[in-house]
């Protein structure tokens, strides 16, 4: 086995010393985590070698231990009968385990187990670091030396002080010693650290670890890096709070994607843009890849130029998509069929007509299916004036403008109606147009809002004592930067203000930001915690805003998610 290059002091990231795992054992009643039940926990808190804490106890699984399980593991029906339930348990495990590395034998066997309850449970899984040193023994140890990985075989081979007997805390404590055994072998290949340990325990390719060096200029910072290949061509672009610690995860084996591999091998240079604050690293992301499209990146291969629903410019308009906006236009969709599904509910709504023909003012000689079948009003051989068709064309701009909620309310009426001569199918099928419609307009409305405001300057705490500032001009960071603690931050601003980007605003409904970078500005915005320094105008949404319509959106999301069939 090849030696590994001795990593930087900077590099090392947490110290294996200083690094708290949890070592823990489960014993269930059968092998699947979905359908059987956990008997009982077993579970060891280690530091820098000294064990600090255990936890153990037995759990009633609510169900009958099956013979075979009793004689594996000499847990019986009557030991359990007066235990807690898991529901009593699990919280008091993950309070134990909380902020550490969590550490078990096969350890995808007992982590699905207590991740499985936690879903049950409604408990959120804290996603903490996971070591399984069934793995790591395979990755340290020869064949020669350790033909078996098994608890067991390995609580042999590193003299452990305890037997795995298959109860809980006997095992846990069984691999403690295992997971010390193997933590001073890969310590004397260069592995100090819980982020390499990590990186270690699977294969790395040879291309992979030779590129390594890429990474050597990389700073600890916020940002934007580039990885360029043989001709100076872009083809990956990502982000990063630690640009150092992300770029080199690719040269280990913690990178698996096939095509991010593949772009390793090809990679000559890694370029790196440093940020003031997350905000400015995701902006200036988004730009990179709508200038250099990285052949790397998937969302270059799905760009999110979007979808608009927009009025024709005819005597009778009509809704139609589009991919570029003008003013007036209700989107953006990510989706071509959410956008037809809104822009039907809009039709059906406002009275605009369905039908694709260009109308002359005069109209024609013979009408459409959809005049024939009543659902529309033939202004194509003169069943409609301009000027009785008129008000269908205002009611849609009044409504995606924000100024007028009728439409909306017609729109719930007819569900009313359909649900009350239990026309269900129906129902559900104008339900999902009406959400997607109402969805739209609630997104544009507010990203319109944003965009039309000149000048915005907002502060978000940094966490340690300072501040993050975003100057945001129609909608597009003008310019970001940072006060730390101590630094007063007013002329901070006022620098800020003074050097950032003019933003000549342009014709459609955001002004000529992209909908995307608005996107992530007002995400940002919306954080708690998030406070305006100042702002050229008022930052207000419209009184008749879709916003107003939200409860009954979630009502509806949940609606439609308990009535899609499962697998």
Known sequence: MGTRAQLAFDELGTPLR???????????????????????????????GEVIGEFATLVDPGRGIPPEIVQLTGITNAMVYTAPRVDEVLPAFLEFAAGSVLVAHNAGFDVGFVKAACQRLGYAWPKPAVV??????????????????????????FRATTTPIHRALADARATVDVLHGLLERVGSLGVQSLEELLDYIPEVTAAQRRKRTLAEHVPNEPGVYLFRGPSDEVLYVGTATDLRRRVRQYFTASET???????????????????????????????????????YNRRSKNPRHGWWVVLTDEPFPRLSLVRKPRDGALGPFRARGHAEEAMAALQEATGIRPCTMRIAAHGGESSCALAELGRCQAPCVGGQTIEEYAPAVESAVSLVAGRDLAPLHRLHL???????????????????????????????????????????????????????????????????????????????????????????????????????????????????????????QPWTEPAQAAARWRPWLDRADHARASTLPRD
């Open 18 to 48: 200083d690094t708290t795992f949890v070592v823990f054992d489960l014993e269930t009643t059968g092998g699947s985590a979905e359908q059987d039940a956990i008997t009982e926990f077993g579970a060891v808190k280690v530091r820098g």
């Open 132 to 157: 399984c040193t069934v793995r790591l023994g395979r990755r340290v140890l020869s064949r020669e030396e350790a033909p078996s990985c098994k608890l067991s075989a390995l609580a042999q081979l």
């Open 257 to 295: 994607r096939r095509r991010l591999r593949e772009m390793v091998a090809l990679a000559e240079r890694v370029d790196t843009i440093s940020c003031a604050h997350p905000l400015e690293a995701e902006v200036r992301e988004l730009r990179l890849l709508s200038a250099h499209k990285p052949a």
């Open 414 to 536: 007819r569900l009313t109606d359909l649900s009350a001569t239990q026309r269900y199918e129906q129902a559900g099928a104008d339900r999902d147009r009406m959400r997607s419609l109402i969805r739209a307009l609630d997104k544009g409305q507010r990203l319109s809002a944003l965009a039309a405001v000149g000048e915005l300057v907002a502060a978000r705490p940094d966490g340690a004592g300072g501040w993050e500032f975003a100057v945001v001009r129609h909608g597009r960071l003008a310019s970001a930067g940072v006060a730390r603690r101590g630094v007063s931050p007013m002329p901070v601003v006022a620098a800020l203000v003074a050097s950032a980007e003019t933003v000549l605003p342009e014709p459609g409904p955001l002004f000529g930001a992209p909908a995307e970078e608005v996107g992530v500005v007002l995400r940002w915005l919306d954080k708690p915690g998030t406070r305006m320094v100042q702002c050229s």
